[in-house]
């Protein structure tokens, strides 16, 4: 009997030698993924953005994202379980879009605090958005104007660049993770889809923008920035 | 300067010119802005300009039977009922912002449905739009939320086939 054999003849663990890969199950799961909650209640932003367009926005559409990304994920899972390659390709475009929404709107959500819990920029991140834009005043001057210029659907980002141990703003469009335009972390987005600002300002992006700022939660944009540097 | 900003093209034909305009980096790699800003506001203006022209409260909801039109659909669609198919399918799958289109291919005198993002028109393409439906949020979201489904069913019931066989009849007949 082989040493393997006894070993599990005994009752004992099987060391399988490096490079030998375990049974494969018959078929390939991907795990669901879950919509997450939001750290407080719908109507804690207001009135800076009003529960109205947080419940909508929570459960319609990121829960959709999350709905469809699942199914995407379970679809791609199967394709590469059967070699389907060129199918697995053909859905990578949806897998971005409903993907792309659901690592979107999970940032989203942490990245805003009720207005009682509010505080500015402070220590590390203070500092650096003090030297790279002059104050915060004038980096929320910035991002609104750049999210206030996405044409169509997208979003407005405070991103830090590793390589160049800077942060800068920029703007991604539909759902994009911003990972598509480089190696870039995401500290702080704001979505300006329509259906993010629309049934409570209008078409009045600007008036939104400058909302937001009031419910930005700068300790989980620090907690980031601090985790990347 | 974009080709044709002398006042003597029409809007659509200044659209037609601007892939190429906009294919032509400038000296740091960028498309031309204003070639830009002319794709999203003189898109907006051509393609709001026919949304709002083809829908009325008291419309004429399908051809007129054996028009020029409604031959034309039957010929690159099968039927006026696979053409509302294909014409839906493609306004509930723009993602983003944008719009769905039928169009006229004046090379081929083919129809066909296309989708264009944000506030492209078909005359960027070449394409003559007949009919199209605005799919960005703002186009249904105080009325109806998300559900842009229900947006599009409730569309085709005030869409006026009347306009758009007179819009036919015009860009045949030249």
Known sequence: MSTMRANIAKGGTMKVAKGVRGVRSVRAKASAVPLPDLPYDYGALEPYISGDIMKLHHQMHHGTY???????????ADFEQKGDYASLISIQQAIKFNGGG?????????????????????????KKIDE????LEA?????????????GSGWGWLAYDPAKDNIF?????NQDPLVTQGNYVPLLGVDVWEHAYYLQYKNKRPDYLSNFFEVVNWKDVEERYNAAT | ?????????????????????????GPSGEPDASATAFRKNGGGYLNHKMYFATMSPEPQSEPTPGSPLAQAIDTSFGSWADFQEEMTNAAATVFGSGWAFLVLDPVTGELSVIQKPNQDSPYMDGLIPLLGIDVWEHAYYLLRGPDRGDYISAWWDVVDLAKVEEAFARVTAS
């Open chain 1, 66 to 76: 999350v709905k469809n990304f699942n199914g995407l994920l379970e679809k791609q």
């Open chain 1, 139 to 151: 980096l929320e001057t910035k991002m609104s104007a750049m999210a206030a210029g996405v044409q």
């Open chain 1, 132 to 135: 790279t834009f002059g104050s």
């Open chain 2, 1 to 25: 300067d974009m080709a044709g900003m002398d006042g003597t093209s029409t809007v659509e034909e200044m659209m037609s010119t601007l892939p190429t305009v906009l294919a032509t980096a």
């Open chain 1, 169 to 173: 703003v920029t703007t991604t469009s």
């Open chain 1, 102 to 126: 659901h690592v979107n709107h999970s940032i989203f959500w942490k990245n805003m605090c009720p207005k009682s819990d509010y505080a500015p920029p402070s220590g590390a991140l203070g």
